[in-house]
């Protein structure tokens, strides 16, 4: 059994518009933008990840804004719900707030002793705020969102799939253990971790397959390591139990490692280290565009294609 996952890391999803994706995590949800960068691979879209102060890794949602994209079509075999962590008794100030700014699909109720707000973000992206303890976190509070209510970072991530054993035998052999069953979702939970500490397994049977991924849709989930020494172990190990893992890929401010999981869903394996402070400084994080090193040559022309973004 695998002993270094350490929590989730970050969570990568899809967007259609820059500015709507930056004004709702910034402004609406007073997340903080830790880093401004592109994509690996399609320089000409941006990848913006928010966070809380340093990004710590457990808090950090990502995104690609491709301009017009269709939405996904929701389905099995995805993260159904990224969910984040708030204070206790912040959720009738959340209600009220997203309510104000038009937010859609909210909606109340409790799982496993928690109380949770469900949302959709702009692209019908399926989140939930969930009461939580701090668990020696600290909200950002850019003035968006006062302390007493702000976002700690992830409380954990809800995946819907036919065949929730199979991603339970894994998650099992990643560290995790199988804790309480409600309904059709069983809880998993990784002890020693981060506070980004729970997988809900939702079996959704005969639901038809998430299906052309797009706005909206969670491309990856990403499982922290403390470093790079941690993620080999974690590499060997998977690909002795028969996963495809790709080589080790520098990303800049970890390094990463992905596999397709039975159920579907695309995951990540991301070190601690070095973090979103290697190329800025704490005060400055996310402010300037930063761009991988082998585009730095281009970075007028990259400039010139991508939508400027207000602060
Ligand atoms: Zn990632």
Not at 33 to 52: C, I, M, Q, S, W
Not at 154 to 166: P, Q
Not at 214 to 228: L, P, Q
Not at 263 to 281: H, M, Q, S
């Amino acid at each position: 059994m695998i002993k270094d996952i350490k929590g989730l890391h970050h969570v990568t999803s899809m967007a259609a518009d820059a500015n709507t994706n930056n004004q709702f995590f910034t402004n609406t949800l007073g997340l903080r933008r830790v880093k401004k960068t592109v994509n690996f691979d399609a320089p000409e879209v941006y990848h913006l990840y928010y966070g809380d102060e340093l990004g710590t890794p457990g808090s950090v949602m990502t995104y690609f804004p491709f301009g017009t994209m269709p939405k996904g079509r929701r389905g099995a075999g995805e993260v159904g719900v990224t969910e984040f962590a708030v204070p206790e008794g912040s959720l009738p100030f959340w209600t009220e707030r997203l309510s104000s700014k038009g937010v859609a699909g909210l909606a109340q109720d409790t799982a496993f002793g928690e109380t949770r707000l469900s949302f959709e973000g702009p692209d019908g992206d399926g989140f939930a705020l969930v009461e939580s303890d701090a668990q020696g976190r600290t909200a950002w509070t850019s003035g968006n969102v006062s302390e007493d209510a702000g976002i700690f970072g992830f409380r954990g991530a809800r995946f819907r799939l036919r065949d929730a054993d199979a991603t339970g035998e894994l998650l099992t052999y990643m560290g995790y253990q199988k804790a309480e069953h409600e309904g059709d979702i069983t809880r998993y939970v990784i002890e020693g971790g981060n506070a980004a500490d729970t997988i809900d397994l939702e079996q959704v049977g005969n639901a038809a397959p998430a299906a052309d991924q797009g706005a909206g849709s969670v491309h990856h989930i990403a499982f922290a390591v403390e470093d790079r020494a941690a993620q080999l172990r974690v590499r060997e190990a998977l690909m002795q139990t028969g996963y495809q893992v790709t080589p080790v890929i520098d990303r800049d401010y970890f390094w990463a490692i992905y596999f397709r999981t039975p159920g579907g869903v695309l995951f990540e394996i991301a070190t601690n280290e070095p973090g979103f402070d290697r190329d800025e400084d704490t005060a400055h994080l996310g402010e300037a565009l930063k761009l991988p090193t082998r585009y730095e040559p281009h970075r007028d022309k990259i400039e010139a294609l991508l939508p400027p973004i207000a602060a």
